[in-house]
């Protein structure tokens, strides 16, 4: 999905993984009741992390938003990163600038996992890069929008996008080669770019990790996601 300003509606592609049918029927109702005259969600639902790889890659474009549970299976009756962690793990290679909220019970009578060990493995998501993790309530569904929709108003914000040092610094380079296209950015290195943001979605899926490793400060490092716009300028820099 392309962040920007423009009037025009922009659609959102939201996939839930849960295996727990209210949670899932309930946040599905509360992001298709927030649709604007900007903003329209279209939401498909999976039960289990097999369905959601199933889903991921019958899907070419991808999805924008993922809503996953703490306690996929086979979370229940073992350890939690069996589900969690490596549906996360597969989304940061493949699609690191999917937004990612983790929803979920983090207590549960039944549950041998004790309450702390959902805490580890809820802060070892955010680490993965999720952008928030809600417990699950009788208001969680609508937090859950709210937690996207600052997510997109963050993405949608140009200074969010240029007002940095290195911008400023070599926005005329980046305008010049890489003007009216999407570029993936890790550290101080354009690391791919394309015309659109599915087609660099793309080419990110075939970057080796080896050689993204040499870009990056940090092996947690993702990719960032810049629309370059082909502007016009003057004597002071882009206009």
């Not at 969600?41 to 549970?69: N, W």
């Not at 309450?115 to 952008?131: F, K, M």
Request: aromatic share 8%; hydrophobic share 40%.
């Amino acid at each position: 999905m392309q962040f920007n300003n423009s009037p025009f509606r922009q659609s959102f592609q939201v996939l839930i993984v849960d295996d727990d049918e209210p949670p899932t029927r309930e946040v599905s109702i509360a992001f298709l009741e927030s649709a604007d005259s900007t903003i329209v969600f279209e939401v498909t639902s999976a039960k289990s992390p097999e369905e959601y790889y199933r889903l991921i890659q019958e899907r070419t474009d991808g999805f924008d938003i993922l809503i996953v549970d703490l306690k996929l299976s086979p979370g229940r009756g073992g350890d939690l990163r069996q589900g969690i962690c490596k549906v996360l793990a597969w989304q940061r290679l493949h699609s690191p600038e999917t937004m990612v909220v983790v929803h979920s019970v983090f207590t549960d009578e039944n549950d041998p996992d004790p309450p702390d060990r959902a805490i580890q493995v809820c802060v070892e998501a955010i680490r993965l890069g999720a952008i928030d993790c809600i417990k699950k309530s009788e208001f969680s569904p609508d937090i859950v929008v709210q937690s996207v929709m600052r997510e997109i108003r963050r993405r949608r914000q140009p200074d969010s996008v240029f007002d940095s040092d290195w911008w400023r610094d070599h926005w005329r380079e980046i305008v010049e080669m890489y003007g009216g296209q999407v570029i993936a950015v890790i550290g101080k290195q354009v690391v791919a770019h394309a015309a659109t943001v599915d087609a660099l979605r793309r080419q990110i899926k075939m970057l080796n990790p080896d050689r993204l490793a040499e870009f990056s400060a940090s092996l947690d490092e993702r990719p960032r996601i810049m629309v370059v716009p082909a502007f016009e300028e003057d004597d002071d820099g882009p206009v």
